[in-house]
């Protein structure tokens, strides 16, 4: 390395000595000076500090060489100004600017609330002394006076920024605006947590027609100069003028077409002079004014346009996907430019510590050379592997591989950099935590542990729980090219291509074929479940992501995507329709449940495996949890599933959806249509074995675990076709009554009576509101030889395996109960059932009555209820319902707007409402308890496997949760992570 220069930074090519390089790099940041006996901890990426405590969060200070330093004036401390109209400072007179570089920083790492992500990174990488530009940090809080101030950037913050100009002018020995080594500056947002893409950034800026002179002479390099100056007029007008790129994207490339060039960088000095006459125009054209030539005035637009992007569009949808707070506002960071396009010897490049995606320990990123940092991400230019910068300028590669360990050692977990490479010399332009897939995640958790670099603790907290879904189903190959159609919500995750079919009928038929297939409905009901189950996706044009679709597809494990607004069904022709494009019956498609996105055609997916590091971190959570964690299951192969996943058992088996195959749904509706008990005991007598062999198949799946099943709990006109569809039939039956012979007509009359007496039953069953009608319970009571039925089938299933040495564990539900007289009578008919099976099988097994708590009432008089009761189970779905006054079904249509206006923080169907749903279920459990302190209390809506509902459940002290086979995984990591303190689901 060539020794260090007291000559100021100059941009001229450097010479053979490389003085100028050293110059620049004394200059702005006091490079650290790479010796060839590096340290053994160096060497082996020990801490940048000798001691690093638990949390990482000391400054990084040891291990470099002291820089140069400058004197820094005192934090400037804005007072409460006195200005008509404006809001200028918190009354706590909080500090808004923080400068950092030249080995010195105001700010710290552990700043990030203030600072935002990027701005604590740079705070930390300068008091290190590595290669930073110099700049100033505004802070978040200067962000929120921004918009309280009407989005106008409050008069007296002005002034301090132009002090913090000021050392950064000192720092460099340039002058913004000046006509004499002018300083140019890049403006770039900085949240808390990282948003990247979603907000704006400004580079080259200060760049005018006198300092686009002054740089071209000083560097001897107009080309470079009037390349920069291009580049700032376009980001400038897109970023802060709402210009749209594509303006001034046809004018370069109709001076590339004229000059026959095919890159930019390719332009000459003659064409990039016309091209900025040309921009220049189109700023004209747009605004009425001509493009602001005032270094001060650029600055002014650039910070408060970026403080601005904080709600543009993108961003706020990104926070919405990544449950990001809206009212923390980004940072902003002004920094000195240093220059990766000024020749061959310039590159500027964004890496990894490791690998992103895949999660392996190696250095990863991309560079270009004889770029600025926007061209390595705009795709203008195809990048290149970071690993070839090694052969092309070995001595910046490693030094950036030095600083980059140790910035990961420091930090303990993988970092995303930005650097940039003058004329040899490399900058460091960003460090930060790096997003990551969920494969990744869990293994840089697991390695990192290995490593010594964090505790087993740590690991938990770091991998966020609902991230695990994308390791538990099949995923879209990423390298697969796609054609999107529509989107709707991600309502299942996982990804599947099949032929489309509209009817759950002609599903089951083409699945039996051996076909995969689609299953395309406006919204489906519960007669659609077998369709669903042969079908490997489900889409929807209604409902939300706890509709029925939504729900089943997630407890069955498929990808589904719901509420797809923009495709319209025609279910008579058998297409759908997006906007011009018709997709037709058998025509195939891709769903990505993960995303919500519909595609044409079939795309590849790729199939889960569970990774050993993903074994090791389960266990990890397992160790760690107090709650317990059960699966809703209602199949023996669900249940399977569910073990795999680590459930220890059943919180939820529903009965009734064993009553719609095909063999069975005919004897459920004799049952419903028998006019006598004798006849409606006798269609029950024959569902009988089913029963007991499906409890059989569970009771074997989930042997040593319990297994609390619900006694039927839908109205009965659910199992019965609509009205509309036997009306229809019943039409063409009698138009055929004049068409067909004499014995023919005995048949068909027998078969309009069956219609008829259809259409009279459901006339009977019908009800204004059928979730609060005759179902539940009440059919218990009403028909207590269907809980008979189902109880018989459950303790003669349990005694036939107890009898072959399996250890069997029934839990009765019954649900709806909203006095204890009601579960007092369904609870009598239990135990003389299991009374009666005992003595004819000469075999007892343990087994427990308990009740679903999803009527308010219940909660209210749970000390009442307990007495009746072994166990509660929170139904949260319906207590939501009950308790809210919101129809599951229906808030769909104007939930997102409630969302959108912050009337509500979240779907109260997704995660659950704690101020008023959840003081219900922490009073149901409290009063439970005290009358029954033995009362085991979970939860088994789909709240179970919500990682924020489970840290309340937690936090109220309930014995376990209750979710989805494929979101057990979830559901663990979050409970560990509950009580490790880490709450819910957080954005890292």
């Known amino acids: ?25 004394e200059r702005l940041a006091g490079r650290i000076k790479m010796k060839t006996k590096a340290s053994s901890a160096a060497k082996s990426g020990a801490p940048l500090t000798k001691t690093v405590h638990s949390k990482g969060k000391e400054p990084i200070t040891a291990g470099v060489r002291p820089p140069t330093r400058l004197s820094i004036p005192a934090p400037i401390m804005l007072p409460v100004p006195q200005v008509d109209g404006e809001i200028a400072i918190s009354p706590k007179g909080s500090q808004l600017v923080f400068f950092f570089g030249v080995g010195q920083a105001e700010g710290d790492p552990t700043k990030r609330d203030l600072l935002g992500g990027k701005g604590a990174g740079l705070a930390g990488m300068a008091k290190a002394g590595f290669p930073v530009p110099p700049g100033f940090t505004i802070t978040t809080e200067a962000c929120s006076l921004f918009y309280t101030n009407r989005m106008r950037m409050p008069q007296p913050l002005k002034p301090a920024i132009k002090e913090y100009v000021g050392r950064v002018e000192k720092a460099m020995g340039r002058r913004f605006g000046g006509v004499d080594k002018p300083l140019l500056v890049s403006v770039r947002s900085g949240a808390k947590f990282s948003m990247p893409g979603m907000m704006d950034t400004v580079l080259n800026l200060g760049l005018n027609d006198k300092t686009l002179k002054a740089l071209s002479a000083e560097t001897g390099n107009q080309r470079f100069a009037m390349d920069s100056y291009r580049r700032f007029i376009q980001m400038f007008a897109n ?83 990544n449950r990001i707070p809206s009212d923390l506002g980004t940072a902003v960071n002004v920094q000195a430019m240093v220059f990766g396009n000024t020749g061959e010897d310039s590159a500027t490049g964004v890496g990894f510590t490791r690998n992103p995606s895949t999660g392996q320990r190696e250095f990863y990123g991309e560079f270009l050379t004889n770029a600025q940092g ?38 303990r977990d993988v970092q995303d950099f930005e650097f940039t490479i003058q004329q040899g010399t490399l900058f460091m332009l960003q460090t930060r935590t790096g997003k990551r897939t969920a494969q990744a995640a869990v293994k840089f958790a697991v390695d990192m542990v290995g490593e010594k670099l964090i505790t087993r603790e740590e690991a938990l907290l770091r991998v966020r729980p609902l991230e695990l879904d994308q390791l538990l189903h099949p995923r879209l190959d990423p390298a697969a090219p796609v054609t999107p159609i529509a989107r709707g919500l991600a309502a299942s995750p996982g ?36 369709g669903m189950a042969a079908a490997v996706g489900i889409l929807t044009t209604r409902g939300g992501m706890t509709s029925h679709a939504a729900v089943v597809a997630r407890g069955m494990g498929k990808c589904c995507v719901a509420g797809a607004e923009s495709v319209r069904v025609n279910e008579e022709r058998r297409t759908f329709g997006v906007g011009p494009t018709v997709v037709r019956e058998r025509q195939i498609i891709t769903l990505d449940g993960s995303t919500g996105t519909v595609m044409l055609g079939e795309v590849a997916t790729i199939e889960p495996e569970l990774s050993p590091e993903f074994v090791t971190l389960m266990s990890w959570a397992d160790s760690y949890r107090r709650l317990g964690i059960r699966t809703n299951a209602d199949t023996p192969e669900d249940a399977e599933r569910a073990v795999k996943f680590g459930a220890e058992g059943i919180g939820l088996c529903r009965t009734e959806h064993m009553f719609f195959a095909p063999d069975r749904l005919s ?18 007598n024959r569902l009988l074995p089913f029963q007991r062999n499906d409890f059989k198949g569970i009771f074997r799946a989930m042997a040593g675990k319990p297994v609390t099943i619900r006694t039927l709990d839908p109205p009965l006109h659910e199992f019965l076709p609509r009205h509309d569809e036997v ?35 459901l006339a009977q069953l019908s009800e204004v509101n059928p979730m609060l009608g005759h179902r539940g319970c009440r059919l218990g009571i009403a028909y207590p030889e269907i809980t008979e039925m189902q109880v018989r089938a459950i303790f003669t299933a349990a005694c036939d395996l107890a009898k072959d040495g399996i250890d069997v564990r029934p839990e009765v539900m019954i649900p709806l109960v909203g006095t204890v007289e009601e579960l007092k009578h369904q609870r009598d008919v ?117 990682p924020a509902t489970i840290a309340f459940c937690h936090r109220i002290g309930l014995s376990y949760v209750s979710c989805s086979p494929y979101r057990v995984p979830i559901a663990s990591l979050a409970a560990a992570q509950a009580a490790l303190g880490g709450g819910s689901d957080a954005t890292k």
């Open 1 to 25: 390395m060539a020794k260090k220069s007291t000559a100021r930074p100059s941009l001229k090519a450097k010479s053979k000595n490389k003085a100028s390089a050293s110059a620049v790099t």
């Open 374 to 411: 926007e061209d390595v991400v705009a795709g203008i230019r195809t990048p290149r592997p970071i690993s070839e910068l090694k052969d092309l300028m070995p001595e910046a590669f490693a030094q950036l591989r030095e600083i980059t360990g140790r910035l990961e050692a420091h930090y």
């Open 727 to 761: 009306r229809a039939e019943l039409a063409q039956l009698r138009a055929k009554e004049d068409e067909v012979s004499y014995e023919e007509s005995l048949a068909l009359k027998n078969e309009i009576a069956v219609k008829e007496k259809i259409l009279e039953r």
């Open 239 to 321: 970023v802060v003028l709402g210009i749209d790129k594509d303006g001034f994207e046809e004018i370069i490339e109709e001076r590339k077409k004229a000059s026959r060039v095919k890159r930019d960088a390719s332009l000459s000095v003659e064409n990039l002079e016309e091209i900025i006459r040309g921009f220049k125009k189109v700023v004209q054209r747009h605004t009425q004014e001509p493009f602001p030539e005032d270094p001060w005035t650029q600055l002014t637009m650039a910070i408060e346009a970026v403080f601005k992007s904080w709600n543009n569009p993108r961003a706020i949808a990104y926070r919405k996907l």
């Open 830 to 946: 239990v135990d003389r059932v299991a009374e009666d099976v005992f003595k004819k099988r000469k075999q007892r097994v343990a087994y427990k009555v308990g009740t679903m708590i999803e009527v308010p009432r219940a909660a209210l008089l749970a000390d009442q209820i307990a007495t009746a009761a072994d166990f509660f189970s929170l139904g949260t779905n319906d207590l939501t319902q009950m308790t809210m006054g919101l129809s599951r079904d229906d808030a769909g249509k104007f939930m997102q707007l409630y969302l959108d206006k912050g009337i509500l923080k979240a779907d109260p169907f997704v995660t659950l409402d704690v101020e008023g749903v959840g003081l219900l279920a922490q009073m149901a459990q409290e009063k439970g308890r005290a009358t029954n302190p033995k009362l085991s209390v979970g939860i088994c809506g789909e709240h179970g496997g919500d």
């Open 667 to 684: 004897h459920i509706q004799r049952m419903i249509l028998a006019d006598t008990a004798e006849d409606r005991q006798l269609a029950l």
């Open 495 to 530: 990804a599947a291509s099949g032929k489309v079919v509209f009817t759950a009928e002609d599903a089951v038929a083409m699945a039996a074929k051996g076909e995969k297939v689609i299953l395309v409905r406006a919204e489906t009901n519960p007669d659609d479940i077998q």
